[in-house]
């Protein structure tokens, strides 16, 4: 009888996490092994910002699998544990600790990691920033009625955590080096109804400001804080802009994005550039290692660029491709990308990739904030952006993969159903 085969999985969160099990699914019966640095199996990122981290969904929850399920698959848990390099060409993983374990085949599910700020004082106390569950326990107990936070960075994280502070009853401030939140991912007009929706909330938003330092409580001489200072305990107590503004704060949230995690890809001598470079069945440029989720850059053949993806639904199902093609199923993974933000009552859903636009057109009232906004490149759909509009989106994402001409009134016109614009642009 052939030795069994050992695939093992570096990254225990979504994107490995949806990996593992579908090797078993499609049937696999060799051993998986499913590395991580974390303690917990893996979990859902987005309650962490939203639900969770307002106390109204219990940990439990979270998990994208019960944990006994992995006993049940066989796939075997390295939990709390980092793989420190890896030997593609000796099919090896090492471990912290140095044990070492052999592959036939790897995966690198690796996410991101947030970014730091270097300006003075970011290594005070009570400066948090958000990637991990314990990250998201250690706000959440800061997130007491009254206090004032800071958050730095208006991307989705900050704005959703913004939004859950001020939800909590938190007086809240948010400084955005762009001229409008969210700029990244939408057109300034969305990012400036954004704005909208966080002042009319009662968010202190201060645009085209980056911090500048964060200062320290004051310490009076002679109340014994001395010692404080020796030990470099002192928490934040002022936040300052570049334009001179000083912030006070109990807390801030730092937001400012992430970076993926390419070490291992790198020191292994793996084409990285932004991410680690995939073709569009996963592999990258060593045999037989593959790599998913926040970390890939892979080429998308319906859109036919290379993209990297730093959201849910690609991290589980390019999790899941990964893992056909490491069983040999030769299925180019061409899902079109797909996300969603909810702050307050507001939820935002994004179908398709636009990096660059010539027209955008809109149905629906940006005004009464139900609508959706339409990417055009060359005649064609290549984005959607609805807003507490979600029946939108599965339309748009056929239209998209579709990539026939539209015409933009077409899109426009509320009276024209958008799935009948489906099998017309055919
Ligand atoms: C607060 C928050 C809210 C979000 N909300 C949304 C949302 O509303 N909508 C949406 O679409 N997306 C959202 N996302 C994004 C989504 O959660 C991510 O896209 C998804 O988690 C990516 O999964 P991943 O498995 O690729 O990477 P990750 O989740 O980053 O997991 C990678 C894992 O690999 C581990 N690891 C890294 N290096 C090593 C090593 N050397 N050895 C062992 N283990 C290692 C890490 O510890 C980590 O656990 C949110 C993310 C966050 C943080």
Same mark, same amino acid.
């Given at each position: !009888? ?24 499609? =049937?696999?019966?060799?051993? +998986? ?35 006994? &399920?992995?006993?049940?698959? /066989? ?5 709390? !544990? ?41 290594? *005070? ?49 948010? *400084?955005?080096m762009a001229p409008v939140p ?7 007009? !969305? ?27 004051? #310490? ?7 010692? %404080?200072?020796?030990? =470099? ?8 802009? @570049? ?5 006070? &704060?109990?807390?801030?949230? +730092? ?8 070490? %291992?890809?790198?020191?292994? =001598?793996?084409? +990285? $550039? ?7 069945? &996963? ?9 998913? =989720? ?47 933000? $909810?702050?307050?009552? +507001?939820? *935002? ?7 660059s636009w010539d027209e955008v ?23 959607? #952006? ?5 029946? $939108? ?5 056929? #239209? ?13 016109? /509320?009276?024209?159903?958008?799935? @009948? ?6």
């Amino acid at each position: !009888m052939p030795d069994r085969q050992t695939f093992v999985i570096i990254g225990a969160n979504l994107a490995g996490g949806r990996a593992a099990e579908a090797l078993r699914q499609q =049937g696999f019966d060799g051993r +998986v092994v499913l590395v991580g640095a974390e303690p917990d199996p893996p979990y859902e990122r987005p309650p962490l910002s939203k639900e969770y981290l307002r106390g109204e969904l219990p940990r439990e929850k979270l998990f994208i699998t019960k944990p006994e &399920c992995y006993r049940e698959q /066989e796939i075997e848990l390295r939990l709390g !544990m980092e793989a420190t390099r890896i030997d593609p060409k000796a099919r090896v993983v090492e471990l912290a600790g140095g044990a070492r374990l052999p592959f036939d085949r790897l995966l690198l599910a690796t996410g991101g990691r947030v970014r730091r700020l270097s300006v003075p004082g970011s290594d *005070l106390e009570g400066i948090y920033e958000l990637r991990t569950v314990v990250d998201s326990e250690r706000i959440a107990a800061e997130l007491q009625p009254g206090r004032r936070v800071v958050v730095i960075g208006a991307g989705f994280i900050g704005a959703e955590v913004a939004a859950s502070a001020r939800m909590k009853g938190l007086e809240v401030s948010v *400084l955005e080096m762009a001229p409008v939140p969210l700029g990244r991912a939408l057109i300034d007009d !969305m990012g400036r109804v954004y704005a909208e929706i966080h002042r009319e909330r009662g968010v202190a938003l201060y645009t085209g400001e980056a911090v500048e330092r964060f200062d320290p409580s004051t #310490l009076r001489p002679g109340s014994g804080q001395a010692s %404080l200072r020796a030990g =470099g305990n002192r928490r934040v107590e002022r936040v300052v802009s @570049s334009s001179g503004r000083a912030i006070d &704060c109990d807390f801030v949230v +730092v937001g400012v994005g992430i970076d993926p995690a390419t070490e %291992l890809a790198e020191q292994a =001598g793996l084409a +990285v $550039d932004n991410g680690i470079v995939v073709d569009q069945y &996963c592999e990258t440029s060593a045999r037989g290692v593959y790599a998913a =989720g926040d970390v890939a850059n892979f080429y998308h053949p319906l859109l036919g660029e290379r993209i990297r993806v730093e959201h849910w639904s690609n991290a589980q199902r390019q999790g899941a491709a990964a893992a056909k093609s490491m069983l040999g199923q030769r299925e180019p993974y061409e899902e079109i990308p797909w996300f969603w933000s $909810d702050q307050y009552d +507001v939820n *935002l859903q994004y179908v398709g990739h636009a990096a660059s636009w010539d027209e955008v057109v809109v149905r629906g009232s940006v005004d009464e904030r139900t609508f959706t906004a339409f990417y055009l490149k060359d005649g064609r759909l290549r984005a959607a #952006l609805a807003v507490n509009r979600f029946k $939108d989106i599965a339309p748009s994402r056929q #239209l998209i993969r579709q990539g026939a001409p539209i015409e933009p009134r077409r899109l426009r016109d /509320e009276d024209i159903e958008l799935k @009948s614009l489906v099998s017309q642009a055919v």
